[in-house]
């Protein structure tokens, strides 16, 4: 079992908006801005989306952005097109002794 | 910029050791503030952080894999390594390394992992 709980699952159509939640704990998503999100198409290396709840690193589609409320992050993905179809993780800091944590992943559809 | 690169035996005999390397290419591992990682994903699962090694030498596991790894530098060969012990079954899997940010540059709170390598398939099976 994850540490971090995503949906298993979720789907939209071209041109919407969706968002995948992430919740954690008060040790992990709820006590530091230290949430990143990453895109894994099958049989490639995981990309980071978004980094410290909410920055894009350079050349990221700005149509990617998270925020976090309390003990749960969220990344939203507008204007959605085909190619944003992919296994979405989020990932936390969890303090020094546990240190990374995964959530179990988002299998995005795109209808 | 910066490229990681994974190489290794595909195929590990039932409690032996998994050696895994990954080699670093357009920047120095000594250099930064980096948490140079190994995350795992078995067939149909999730990611899962296994440690890393931080740009000290310090180094985190993962408490339910923390008796049976150990994760190394080489900054002669600028590269660093993973070494599994007693695999099983259930150690099958796309091994993955990355670089992870330092949040402060002190090696105690972990940002992002911004750039990884292709990932390596590793089958534990006799």
């Known amino acids: 079992q994850s540490a971090l709980t995503q949906p298993a699952s979720v789907s939209g159509s071209p041109g919407q908006s969706i968002t995948i939640s992430c919740t954690g704990a008060?040790?992990?998503?709820?006590?530091?801005?230290?949430v990143s999100w990453y895109q894994h198409h099958p049989g490639k290396a995981p990309k980071l989306m978004i980094y410290?709840?909410?920055k894009r690193p350079s050349g990221v589609s700005n149509r990617f952005s998270g925020s976090k409320s309390g003990n749960t992050a969220s990344l939203t993905i507008s204007g959605l097109q085909a190619e944003d179809e992919a296994d979405y993780y989020c990932?936390?800091?969890?303090?020094?002794?546990?240190?990374?944590?995964f959530g179990g992943g988002t299998k995005l559809t795109v209808l | 910029q910066v490229q990681l690169q994974e190489s290794g035996p595909g195929l590990v005999k039932p409690s032996q050791t998994l050696s895994l390397t990954c080699a670093v290419s357009?920047?120095?591992?000594?250099?930064?503030?980096?948490?140079w990682s190994w995350i795992r994903q078995p067939a149909g699962k999730g990611l899962e952080w296994i440690g890393h090694?931080?740009?000290?030498?310090?180094?985190n596991y993962n408490a339910s894999l923390k008796s049976r790894v150990t994760i190394s530098l080489d900054t002669s060969k600028n590269q660093f390594s993973l070494k599994l012990s007693s695999v099983t079954a259930a150690d099958t899997a796309v091994y993955y390394c990355?670089?992870?940010?330092?949040?402060?540059?002190?090696?105690?709170?972990?940002?992002?992992?911004?750039?990884w390598g292709q990932g390596t398939m590793v089958t534990v099976s006799s």
């Open positions: 990355a670089r992870g940010l330092d949040y402060y540059g002190s090696g105690s709170y972990f940002s992002a992992f911004h750039i």
């Open positions: 008060s040790s992990d998503v709820g006590s530091y801005n230290l």
């Open positions: 090694i931080y740009t000290s030498g310090s180094t």
């Open positions: 357009g920047g120095s591992i000594s250099s930064g503030s980096y948490f």
């Open positions: 990932c936390s800091y969890a303090g020094s002794s546990t240190f990374v944590v």
């Open positions: 410290e709840v909410s």
